[in-house]
Each structure stands twice: as structure tokens, then as C-alpha cells.
């Protein structure tokens, strides 16, 4: 009775990190201990894998932090997690046999590897009271990112995350998703109509315009001229046209 009864309030707590879980932006001054971080990275590495293609590089120094990829001030620790072939070939090289990196299906493993191992890194962060965002414009600056960390050539970047306790006062609510019918699917994919595209939108659209987020954030992107006139003030302006200029101009 007494471990069903544990094993029910951690199945809850786990819940309670995933739902509250939200990206941070904005940290305090607090910096984060040595032993919290080996915490997290240890969590990290108990990711499922397919052969360890992955390992993380991360930096205290804002020094290191300076990067043309949106690093959030205050950040108190920068990781990259990168897709590593660096081990497993030399683990093939001493056995004598030759390794063909190149190949795709390798890379994909890697890069699930190195996901998987970031999301386990985020939610134990979210559970040690810290705070994470992720970087995705890493792997378009994959040159900047190689020369400041020192990567070898088989050591790309995938994503980064930005650490730090979260700053109580820019606290965001959790961020609306699209209805789940239309991503969990049973038995068959099923592709949405228009009318089902436009519930998508408004579920997302509804979602951040009651959070005010992107007034509150002044966070509007303007549209270029190239793309037609633009017909969104913050009054219309919400998730799907933010996310359609973001797509569109990447
Ligand atoms: C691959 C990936 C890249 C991301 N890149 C960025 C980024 O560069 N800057 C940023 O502020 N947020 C970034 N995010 C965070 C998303 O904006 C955020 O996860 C999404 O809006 C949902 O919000 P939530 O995490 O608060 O639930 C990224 C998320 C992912 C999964």
C-alpha cells in the first residue's frame, strides 16, 4: 500500500512538471550550483538512445554566451547538445573497422539522441525550479557555435538552451496547443479539412490573445511589403500570422 501510494504521487508530480512547464525568457541574478547542473546533465543521460550520438557543451561565461542566436540575457548556463559521432568512431576505429558517418539513417539516430537527451535536461531542470528555454536557430550558426566551443569535425550542433531561475515577475501562462485530435491519431493519420485547420487556429490564436502575449511583449513582427499588405494589427495579431512570417522568412 505505502508504494503504490509513492509511486502515485510521483506519476502526479511528474504530470505537475510536464503541464506547468512553460519556456523562460527572463532570469534572476541567482546563479546554479554545480551540483544541480550535474543533477540535470545525469537526468540528460538517462534518455533512452540509439547509441549515444549525442553529449552537450555549456558555458557559465557570458563571454562564450555572445552568439548570433538569440541567447537571452541573464542565461546563467548556455548548453548545446550536439549529435556526437566523435566516440562511436573511434569505438569502431579501435575495433578495425572503417565508419561511414555520412550516411543519413546514422544522423537521424543522432539527432534523436541528442533531442530526446534535452527534453529530459529541461524537465529536470523544470523540476529542480529552474527555468529553460531552446535556441533553435543553432544549427544555421553551427560555424560560430564550432569555433567558440572547440567542436571536432564530427561534433555538429542541434539545439541549445538557455538556464536560469525564473524572474517570478515575467512568469507567462502555459502556452495553448492545437486541440489534441488533431496531432494523437488512432489507427490512421487523419488530415485535417479547412474548417478543422481554422479550429487549429483558433484554439492557438484564442489561447495567446487571453494571455495578451504578444501586446504585452510589443512582439509583433511586421510584414515585409513582398508578401502583400499587412492587415494584422495587435487587435487581429496573434499565434497563426506570428507563426506563418516566422515560417516564411526562416
Ligand atoms: C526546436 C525549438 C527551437 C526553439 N527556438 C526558440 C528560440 O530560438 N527562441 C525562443 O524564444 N524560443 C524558442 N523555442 C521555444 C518555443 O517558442 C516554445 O517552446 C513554444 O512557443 C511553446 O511554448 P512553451 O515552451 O512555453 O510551451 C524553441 C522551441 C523548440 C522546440
Known sequence: MFFYWVKKMQSQDIFKIINNRRS?????EKPISKEILEKILIAGQRAPFAFQGWSVVYTRKPEKMKLKIGVYPMTKVLMFFLLDLNIIEKIINQRGYDY????ANTMWLAIQDAT?????VILAAEAMGLGSVLLGATPKRYEEI?????????VFPIVGLCLGYPDPEALMEVRPRYPLKYMAFEDEYKDPN????KECMKAMDEGY???GYYIKNQAKI????KFGEDKYDYDKYSWSEHDCICQITS
Open 24 to 28: 523562460i525568457r527572463k532570469f534572476t
Open 116 to 120: 530526446l537527451a534535452s527534453e529530459n
Open 209 to 211: 490573445k487571453t494571455q
Open 100 to 103: 561511414d558517418a555520412e550516411d
Open 222 to 225: 511586421p510584414l515585409d511589403e
Open 194 to 197: 479547412e474548417e478543422e485547420i
Open 146 to 154: 564550432r569555433e567558440v566551443f572547440n567542436l571536432p569535425t564530427r
